[in-house]
């Protein structure tokens, strides 16, 4: 077995731990029993285990009604769908927001309902509403307004709102101030007033909380008889794209959020929704997607037109009912994702140049002219997965004032959310909100260095405490032997796995590298060989470069390692075959 507790420092310098239990599987077998270990292992009560086993909605979806406002927001939607209204719904440029807007229009339209989609241009107008868009929709007959994954902090936009006549529903996730804007209703689980029992579900997205919002309405509409005489609409078929905006959104998969894309993933093997069967066509995914694919292939695809094109691409994909346009907008998707990926790659090569000059800092805060707004946010991602601290990254001359947009994210621990909200409070930035993992921002040129160095300040003891005894958890360790398809299926069962419900990590070994060369640009590709005759393919994904990548691909001659990282299927060969995707590895003599 592998002495797990021995190793302090392995090749990336990490201490390998067990997350829970310490599960050892030698050959084939010993598969009995390993979901409900991995269960506990993540927490799960043992007599909570059933429900946990198969999450559905029947077991996790709380009634609506426990979240404030939901009852006026679900009445006055229901109002507006009786008296025929004309609705429109104003949703932010991700895939959060385009889900979102997508869920309420198609639930919408089978209620009679032609909903307009109004998605902001992130360069022209920037993040979240803006007042002059609210009260040009009502201008242009807009009878109701409804706001998704944006809104919570919209206190301007939202009085001009008011002040022209028009009435906004606010449903949004993101983090609220002790002063709520004025709206009609403001759905939002991370309200500060909220009960303990409803702002426990404050790891929803904001799709999440629209499917609420659609239960609710479903409701009020079925309690005043309005579908004697017609069918209600199939919120159930609508699940895919809750799945696809949690999973894209980096939202917690744990309780409901698991129950939904648990579900959702059904739906979208299913294929009902043409714009997305599209979309899985044009990514090249020659099977049923995964919860990773909603991650890594689907959502960025959506995430590519409000970053690089037309913000409104993904509504109309996911709201279409026409084959041949689904397969136009994926198409065109597909080439808007290939040109954010060179984008990208040219402003994370700068904002690594900056890096070294801020190694002292618990933040970084990188910045320069000329970097693309719609790209900050996956290379402060980038970044802070290659720092191991927290990264904003600000786009300076960001818009017409000459101010900078800055995007962040966070590690576990460390709510950068809330310290953003704190410091527009405190004067050091236009504009600002998130929540814990992730933020966005508006700052004057003037105040990146006060903002900085404030933001140094309030966060280093997280940071530190978020750092410390840094490790890497493993579920089981296995021999070469051990490493088989069907024990990649068992694994599978505890899923789906994301934010908060972490992937079964496995150490395999002892082994030799038979083979060990570059792919790609940067990944570390393996052949590792056991003691006992079985050998397996491994791949170092983003690895080249590192201390790992490199002792990998120089450093292991004649050595026996541990390799730990995710078991996966392999299924270009014949048939289906076992591959470790490698996260770190340790020498084994």
Same mark, same amino acid.
């Given at each position: 077995?592998?002495?797990?507790?021995?190793?302090?420092?392995?090749?990336?310098?990490?201490?390998?731990?067990?997350?829970?239990?310490?599960?050892?599987?030698?050959?084939?077998?010993?598969?009995?029993?390993?979901?409900?270990?991995?269960?506990?292992?993540?927490?799960?009560?043992?007599?909570?285990?059933?429900?946990?086993?198969?999450?559905?909605?029947?077991?996790?979806?709380?009634?609506?009604?426990?979240?404030?406002?939901?009852?006026?927001?679900?009445?006055?939607?229901?109002?507006?769908?009786?008296?025929?209204?004309?609705?429109?719904?104003?949703?932010?440029?991700?895939?959060?927001?385009?889900?979102?807007?997508?869920?309420?229009?198609?639930?919408?339209?089978?209620?009679?309902?032609?909903?307009?989609?109004?998605?902001?241009?992130?360069?022209?107008?920037?993040?979240?509403?803006?007042?002059?868009?609210?009260?040009?929709?009502?201008?242009?007959?807009?009878?109701?307004?409804?706001?998704?994954?944006?809104?919570?902090?919209?206190?301007?936009?939202?009085?001009?709102?008011?002040?022209?006549?028009?009435?906004?529903?606010?449903?949004?996730?993101?983090?609220?101030?002790?002063?709520?804007?004025?709206?009609?209703?403001?759905?939002?689980?991370?309200?500060?007033?909220?009960?303990?029992?409803?702002?426990?579900?404050?790891?929803?997205?904001?799709?999440?909380?629209?499917?609420?919002?659609?239960?609710?309405?479903?409701?009020?509409?079925?309690?005043?008889?309005?579908?004697?005489?017609? *069918? %209600?609409?199939?919120?159930? =078929?609508? $699940?895919? #794209?809750? +799945?696809? @905006?949690?999973?894209?959104? &980096?939202?917690? !998969?744990?309780?409901?959020?698991?129950?939904?894309?648990?579900?959702?993933?059904?739906?979208?093997?299913?294929?009902?929704?043409?714009?997305?069967?599209?979309?899985?066509?044009?990514?090249?995914?020659?099977?049923?997607?995964?919860?990773?694919?909603?991650?890594?292939?689907?959502?960025?695809?959506?995430?590519?037109?409000?970053?690089?094109?037309?913000?409104?691409?993904?509504?109309?994909?996911?709201?279409?009912?026409?084959?041949?346009?689904?397969?136009?907008?994926?198409?065109?998707?597909?080439?808007?994702?290939?040109?954010?990926?060179?984008?990208?790659?040219?402003?994370?090569?700068?904002?690594?140049?900056?890096? *070294? %000059?801020?190694?002292?800092? =618990?933040? $970084?805060? #990188?910045? +320069?002219? @000329?970097?693309?707004?719609? &790209?900050?946010? !996956?290379?402060?991602?980038?970044?802070?997965?290659?720092?191991?601290?927290?990264?904003?990254?600000?786009?300076?001359?960001?818009?017409?004032?000459?101010?900078?947009?800055?995007?962040?994210?966070?590690?576990?621990?460390?709510?950068?959310?809330?310290?953003?909200?704190?410091?527009?409070?405190?004067?050091?930035?236009?504009?600002?909100?998130?929540?814990?993992?992730?933020?966005?921002?508006?700052?004057?040129?003037?105040?990146?260095?006060?903002?900085?160095?404030?933001?140094?300040?309030?966060?280093?003891?997280?940071?530190?405490?978020?750092?410390?005894?840094?490790?890497?958890?493993?579920?089981?360790?296995?021999?070469?032997?051990?490493?088989?398809?069907?024990?990649?299926?068992? #694994?599978?069962?505890? @899923?789906?796995?994301?934010?908060?419900?972490?992937?079964?990590?496995?150490?395999?070994?002892?082994?030799?590298?038979?083979?060990?060369?570059?792919?790609?640009?940067?990944?570390?590709?393996?052949?590792?060989?056991?003691?006992?005759?079985?050998?397996?393919?491994?791949?170092?994904?983003?690895?080249?470069?590192?201390?790992?990548?490199?002792?990998?691909?120089?450093?292991?001659?004649?050595?026996?390692?541990?390799?730990?990282?995710?078991?996966?299927?392999?299924?270009?060969?014949?048939?289906?075959?076992?591959?470790?995707?490698?996260?770190?590895?340790?020498?084994?003599?």
């Amino acid at each position: 077995m592998i002495p797990v507790t021995a190793i302090a420092s392995s090749i990336s310098g990490l201490a390998w731990h067990w997350r829970g239990g310490n599960m050892e599987i030698k050959g084939e077998g010993g598969l009995d029993n390993l979901v409900d270990q991995l269960l506990l292992s993540r927490g799960v009560a043992r007599d909570d285990l059933e429900r946990q086993r198969r999450p559905t909605l029947r077991a996790f979806l709380p009634d609506p009604s426990i979240f404030r406002d939901m009852d006026t927001a679900a009445a006055r939607l229901s109002d507006a769908v009786e008296a025929g209204q004309a609705i429109a719904v104003y949703g932010d440029y991700d895939v959060d927001g385009a889900t979102s807007a997508a869920l309420l229009i198609r639930m919408l339209r089978d209620l009679g309902i032609a909903a307009r989609a109004y998605i902001p241009d992130r360069l022209l107008e920037g993040y979240g509403p803006s007042g002059e868009a609210l009260v040009r929709l009502k201008n242009e007959g807009a009878q109701l307004i409804i706001t998704v994954d944006c809104g919570a902090m919209a206190y301007e936009a939202l009085a001009a709102a008011a002040a022209a006549g028009a009435e906004v529903i606010v449903v949004d996730h993101h983090k609220c101030g002790a002063e709520l804007p004025r709206a009609a209703a403001l759905v939002n689980p991370n309200r500060l007033d909220e009960d303990d029992e409803a702002a426990a579900f404050g790891h929803l997205a904001a799709v999440g909380v629209a499917f609420l919002l659609g239960v609710a309405t479903l409701r009020t509409l079925r309690g005043r008889g309005f579908f004697e005489r017609r *069918a %209600a609409p199939d919120l159930m =078929a609508l $699940l895919d #794209l809750v +799945a696809l @905006g949690t999973v894209a959104d &980096v939202a917690q !998969i744990r309780g409901l959020n698991r129950a939904f894309v648990a579900q959702g993933l059904r739906i979208m093997a299913q294929r009902q929704n043409v714009g997305l069967a599209a979309l899985i066509d044009a990514s090249r995914l020659n099977r049923a997607p995964t919860c990773s694919d909603l991650g890594f292939a689907l959502g960025p695809r959506i995430n590519a037109a409000g970053r690089v094109g037309d913000a409104g691409l993904g509504v109309r994909l996911l709201t279409t009912l026409d084959a041949d346009e689904a397969r136009t907008i994926a198409a065109q998707l597909c080439r808007l994702n290939d040109e954010r990926r060179a984008i990208e790659q040219i402003v994370q090569e700068e904002a690594e140049a900056q890096m *070294a %000059a801020q190694h002292n800092r =618990a933040v $970084l805060v #990188l910045a +320069a002219r @000329g970097w693309h707004p719609g &790209v900050i946010g !996956i290379v402060a991602g980038r970044i802070k997965e290659k720092s191991g601290k927290p990264a904003v990254v600000i786009a300076l001359e960001g818009d017409e004032a000459g101010n900078g947009k800055g995007s962040g994210r966070s590690i576990a621990g460390v709510d950068l959310g809330a310290a953003v909200i704190a410091a527009r409070e405190a004067g050091l930035l236009k504009a600002g909100g998130g929540h814990a993992m992730a933020c966005g921002l508006t700052i004057a040129p003037e105040m990146l260095g006060p903002f900085a160095e404030w933001l140094d300040e309030r966060l280093a003891r997280e940071v530190s405490l978020g750092r410390t005894g840094q490790s890497l958890l493993l579920d089981l360790s296995l021999t070469p032997r051990g490493l088989t398809p069907d024990l990649i299926e068992t #694994l599978e069962q505890a @899923g789906p796995f994301g934010m908060g419900w972490p992937g079964p990590r496995v150490a395999v070994g002892p082994v030799r590298l038979v083979k060990c060369d570059l792919v790609g640009t940067d990944h570390v590709r393996m052949i590792a060989s056991g003691s006992d005759g079985r050998s397996f393919k491994a791949i170092a994904f983003r690895a080249a470069q590192s201390e790992l990548g490199q002792t990998l691909l120089h450093g292991t001659r004649g050595r026996q390692l541990w390799l730990a990282g995710r078991a996966r299927i392999d299924d270009w060969g014949s048939r289906p075959a076992a591959e470790l995707h490698v996260d770190d590895a340790a020498f084994a003599d």
